[in-house]
């Protein structure tokens, strides 16, 4: 074999490890994440122990309160106040964003009014993260939930927002108002 095939031989093998690794690293990844919220879920089911746990294949929803008998479906226009946090403690440093003013101030951040007004979302979009549609499509008007998704449902490899590419989010749910 002459040289230059021993080097596209090589080069092949680097490639393949290469994708191999990445791979084997977002699993690495999912699975740590996994881990971390079912441990965040344990805690805050310690807190609340009369919440009820739903589970979606895209997410988990921690309901606190579950609000009356109007529920969303998946053509609902659905208003809510949120709280999100990346994955890990419920600390500034985690903090990303809210519409809830006093929420802001704990954190030495201070929203405009508009910033202020509650979040309007038409579930029939495609333009909404998987995991946080699947978690409202169920939900009720009144109901205050903790939704966890895992980073292959949330943003994935995207950057967004002040929240970092291959992040787990936890999202504070208020709901307000259900249009059917």
């Not at 609340?48 to 579950?66: F, G, M």
């Not at 946090?85 to 405009?112: M, P, W």
């Not at 549609?133 to 995207?158: M, Q, R, T």
Request: glycine share 2%; hydrophobic share 35%.
């Amino acid at each position: 074999m002459t040289k230059k095939y021993i080097y596209i031989i090589i080069a092949s093998l680097l490639v393949l490890v290469n994708s191999s690794c990445s791979s084997s690293n977002e699993e690495n990844l999912l699975i740590s994440q996994e881990r971390q919220i079912e441990s965040s879920i344990a805690t805050f089911k310690k807190q609340y122990p009369d919440a009820e746990l739903i589970r979606t294949e895209q997410a988990s929803k921690l309901i606190i309160n579950p609000g009356s008998d109007k529920t969303a479906n998946n053509k609902s226009r659905i208003s809510f106040n949120y709280a999100i946090y990346t994955l890990g403690s419920i600390d500034a440093q985690h903090f990303v964003a809210s519409n809830i003013r006093n929420i802001n101030k704990q954190y030495g951040r201070d929203i405009s009014e508009e910033q202020e007004e509650e979040v309007t979302l038409d579930l029939s979009s495609n333009n909404i993260i998987n995991g946080l549609k699947s978690c409202l499509v169920s939900s009720h008007e009144g109901e205050e939930s903790i939704i966890f998704i895992p980073s292959k449902y949330a943003f994935k490899d995207k950057i967004n927002l002040n929240i970092n590419s291959n992040s787990a989010l936890i999202y504070f749910i208020f709901v307000n108002k259900i249009d059917n």
